[in-house]
């Protein structure tokens, strides 16, 4: 399994930007499919994108695409989320995820190991 450490997150206006970076420690990071999720107050985790370990395919939800653009960097153990167009409804806790599947995260909303979740407030 890989330690994940999220950072990045933050209040920002409706229409703005933000990235956030996951920081994985483990010598096995590059073979793992990385994820984004995210879970409002009052509502379940939701799917939000998912890189496999290559970073050749993306997968997105369709709430965030076109907007939202996950990258990773194997070299440097590292996982991005560049949200841009920001909305009130983006508002919630995002967390990093690893797992082997990319689809068991994208369709089950399942992960090996899960990041702590950073707080992202988009303001009207």
């Known amino acids: 399994q890989v330690q994940l450490v999220e950072s990045g997150g933050g209040l920002v206006q409706a229409g703005g930007s933000l990235r956030l970076s996951c920081a994985a420690s483990?010598?096995?990071?590059?073979?793992?499919?990385m994820g984004w999720f995210r879970q409002a107050p009052g509502k379940e985790r939701e799917f939000v994108a998912a890189?496999?370990?290559?970073?050749?395919?993306?997968y997105y939800a369709d709430s965030v695409k076109g907007r939202f653009t996950i990258s990773r960097d194997n070299a440097k153990n590292m996982v991005y989320l560049q949200m841009t167009s920001l909305k009130p409804e983006d508002t919630a806790v995002y967390y990093c995820?690893?797992?082997?599947?990319?689809?068991?995260?994208?369709?089950?909303?399942?992960?090996?190991?899960w990041g702590q979740g950073t707080q992202v407030t988009v303001s009207s």
């Open positions: 995820a690893a797992d082997s599947n990319t689809y068991r995260m994208r369709d089950s909303l399942s992960a090996a190991s």
């Open positions: 483990g010598r096995t990071f590059s073979s793992y499919a």
């Open positions: 890189i496999i370990w290559s970073g050749r395919t993306t």
